[in-house]
């Protein structure tokens, strides 16, 4: 079953897919952020055109572990995008995602210029690689 891994942000909201077994995951795409009926529908209609069986939606806990706003705006969107798409929606921890984003574009010297527009999707890739891997048998 493919998985849709979804970075979510107030600007862009970033995608990644798995492959059919669930091993490897990979960027999709960066969408613009709008209101959250318009986000929920944009994503609930790519995981319909992935043709994917679940979404994996990235947390973002404070570093402490604890809940803030955005943790708040995150399960709230879960709870929208599982009745809207039909699909389980996972809530995965992201902290560090960004960061760790930021040091693969620095290790293959991917230009600043491009950096804004891909930085959500390498973010998106590995909040559902982390799931992936935490599901591997």
């Given at each position: 079953?493919?998985?849709?891994?979804?970075?979510?942000?107030?600007?862009r909201i970033g995608l990644s897919?798995?492959?059919?077994?669930?091993?490897?995951?990979?960027?999709?795409?960066?969408?613009?952020?709008?209101?959250?009926?318009?986000?929920?529908?944009?994503?609930?209609?790519?995981?319909?055109?992935?043709?994917?069986?679940?979404?994996?939606?990235?947390?973002?806990?404070?570093?402490?572990?604890?809940?803030?706003?955005?943790?708040?705006?995150?399960?709230?969107?879960?709870?929208?995008?599982?009745?809207?798409?039909?699909?389980?929606?996972?809530?995965?921890?992201?902290?560090?995602?960004?960061?760790?984003?930021?040091?693969?574009?620095?290790?293959?010297?991917?230009?600043?210029?491009?950096?804004?527009?891909?930085?959500?999707?390498?973010?998106?890739?590995?909040?559902?690689?982390?799931?992936?891997?935490?599901?591997?048998?």
């Amino acid at each position: 079953m493919r998985i849709l891994g979804v970075d979510y942000g107030d600007s862009r909201i970033g995608l990644s897919t798995s492959d059919e077994l669930g091993l490897l995951a990979s960027p999709l795409a960066t969408v613009k952020s709008e209101s959250m009926r318009k986000n929920v529908d944009k994503i609930a209609a790519i995981a319909k055109e992935q043709n994917v069986g679940a979404i994996v939606l990235g947390l973002p806990l404070n570093m402490d572990g604890s809940e803030g706003e955005r943790a708040g705006k995150s399960r709230a969107i879960a709870r929208v995008l599982e009745k809207v798409s039909g699909l389980s929606v996972i809530l995965v921890d992201e902290r560090l995602t960004t960061v760790e984003a930021e040091e693969i574009m620095d290790a293959n010297n991917v230009p600043k210029h491009k950096r804004k527009e891909i930085v959500d999707r390498i973010a998106a890739q590995l909040i559902l690689q982390s799931f992936l891997d935490s599901n591997i048998k």
